[in-house]
Antibody, heavy 122, light 102 residues
Framework: QVQLVQSGAELKKPGASVKVSCKASGYTFTTYAMNWVRQAPGQGLEWMGWIHTNTGNPTYAQGFTGRFVFSLDTSVSTAYLQISDLKADDTAVYYC???????????????WGQGALVTVSS | EIVLTQSPATLSLSPGERATLSCRASQSVSSYLAWYQQKPGQAPRLLIYDASNRATGIPARFSGSRSGTDFTLTISSLEPEDFAVYYCQHRSFGPGTKVDIK
């Protein structure tokens, strides 16, 4: 069965960096894109962008350029989200989500990781 | 950038009632729109894609429709487990509709 297992919760200080992992199993990793979605406490879902797992080409949504980097290690079927120069309002749950039927309109997210809480506090 | 507007923000209903949730796109998205359900402390779940197709394992009481740039998610008869927040999505997500128990 398809599973996306994310790394655990992180507590970081402002200005630090964090790297969240998302390990996929149960399907061929390179045949589906991987998306990242942010959810701040008590707020809605924000699509951060996606990475083409075949080419490694990332697409970042507005507001998620510069400090946010998507990467892959296809040898272990894992996607990564790195955030640098962390700020307090980066505090959120970060989800990875498998993308299907991807186009300029984005992807449908048919399987989701369990989420990784990143807390930024001094 | 296409903006999705969902209404109402909150829908208070009783089990067994029909729920009608709306999502309006700021410009044409064709039928490229999905609906998700999210319960507290859980990841979202894909319910509907391409405006009207149920995802794998989704009960038949969930249905989606489209009229131009207006989209509707209908839950024909609310079950206790259906009380949750619902998001529409085309690239980005709408702000969500919370369906709570009246």
């Amino acid at each position: 069965q398809v599973q996306l297992v994310q790394s655990g919760a992180e507590l970081k200080k402002p200005g630090a960096s964090v790297k969240v992992s998302c390990k996929a199993s149960g399907y061929t990793f390179t045949t589906y894109a991987m998306n990242w979605v942010r959810q701040a406490p008590g707020q809605g879902l924000e699509w951060m962008g996606w990475i083409h797992t075949n080419t490694g080409n990332p697409t970042y949504a507005q507001g998620f350029t510069g400090r946010f980097v998507f990467s892959l290690d296809t040898s272990v079927s894992t996607a990564y989200l790195q955030i640098s120069d962390l700020k307090a309002d980066d505090t959120a749950v970060y989800y990875c989500a498998r993308g299907r039927s991807c186009s300029d309109g984005g992807c449908y997210h048919d399987y989701w990781g369990q989420g990784a809480l990143v807390t930024v506090s001094s | 950038e296409i903006v999705l507007t969902q209404s109402p923000a909150t829908l208070s209903l009783s089990p067994g009632e029909r729920a009608t949730l709306s999502c309006r796109a700021s410009q044409s998205v064709s039928s490229y729109l999905a609906w998700y359900q999210q319960k507290p402390g859980q990841a979202p779940r894909l319910l509907i894609y391409d405006a009207s197709n149920r995802a794998t394992g989704i009960p038949a009481r969930f249905s989606g429709s489209r009229s131009g740039t207006d989209f509707t998610l209908t839950i024909s008869s609310l079950e206790p487990e259906d009380f949750a927040v619902y998001y529409c999505q085309h690239r980005s997500f709408g702000p969500g509709t919370k369906v709570d128990i009246k």
